[in-house]
């Protein structure tokens, strides 16, 4: 699969939703991600190519369960295998598991969660003090260095550069560039306070820091480019969710950090819920373009072809003109109207062929039950519901996508299920 790093506007997709629906119809673009702002795409994006055909409904392949596995995490695809985690005897390990069987390929010890070369064909995992470069097929060892930092996080892979992050007293503190080859360490970046997650696009590393600070640094040198100081951002920490970046054709989208617990109880209690925003900034120098406020947006958009696809509130998803700020649909997910029920978007979505397909959970009080979604990506339309999964644990953490499947974590079944299109099942 080749990442897609830059997305050409469309002037039919900008325009009315009958001309967004008729220009999904001609595309075969798919739209991916992994968990919370760690995308297989640096660019945040998820955008990867397939040929293809996606429609639903969608049918189970294969289950694999009892096993410990993290299911609060999505799988990662990579080539014609499935990476995941678990934990057994109080120890992490990460799981290699064949994509078409879900058969276990190897395992190995490690310390947090890992990330995919772009290519899918190497696994890179923190272990025991080092990090480590391993051959996706056999589990074989490429090559591992010793790294100084505890506790370290993998960000994600980008055109040559793995980006580390090492913890502070809440969230993340530093980001380290170190080069794909050799696991060296080309520069560092650190503040005082927290760092968000890297989103990298057009050779740029872009992040906020604890002081609520945008930068744009250089890939090569962490020269700092530009910063823009005056948008206020809400940092992350304890009690906010770090604010999530996504690049697409010269434009960033910044979502700033939120108070979730305050948002839930406030926004359900009749209070006064806190307000998210949402920036689009000129990738290139800094300036804001627009700006639109929320009750809750999402932690895991997605972005192609000059839209934005994502969460909005407790029980709506909602489509905007990256361009301009204008609302293209919005869509209310009524299959979960239930008297204090809070709807949560369970994690990243898949966007194939014009098709949104997301795992949604409603909690009300003591009990819980989820269930995926298909929505039409130009009207906003729901296409399909799938069968409901009662009981105390949500069903799936979210989606992501390889080789025409869909794969998630399955609290309900402690383990990982794979999903494709039913055509036995196809309306005429």
Partial sequence: MRILMTLVLSAALLGESGNLASAWAEGKGVASALWTCARADPACTGAVETGTELR???????????K???VKRVPLVGDKAVVTSRVTGGKRFVVVLDRDTGKEKWSHPTTHHPVLSEDGKTVYLLSEGKLFALAIDTGQERWST????????LACVSQGIIYQLTPGREEYREVIARREADGKELWRFGHEGEVSYPCIGDSRVYLVTGD???HALDTKSRKNLWVNDKLQLRPGGWGVTSACLVYEDGRLLVQEGHYYFH????????????TVRLFCIDAANGKEIWRRGSLLLDRSPVVYHGVYYGLSGYNDFLALDVKTGRLLWTTHVGVFDEIYGVVYSCGPMVLANGVLYR??????FFHSKSQMLAIDAGTGKILWHGPEDPGCESRCTGLSYGDGKFFGSSRALDGIEAYAPDDSQRAH
């Fill in 146 to 153: 010793p790294i100084a930092e505890r506790r370290a996080a």
């Fill in 212 to 214: 609520g600070v945008l």
């Fill in 359 to 364: 795992v949604t959970t409603v909690t009300p």
């Fill in 263 to 274: 948002t839930l109880i406030e926004g359900h209690g009749g209070g006064k819920a806190t």
């Fill in 56 to 66: 639903p409904p969608l049918k189970r392949l294969w289950t694999v369960s009892g």
């Fill in 68 to 70: 410990d596995y993290e």
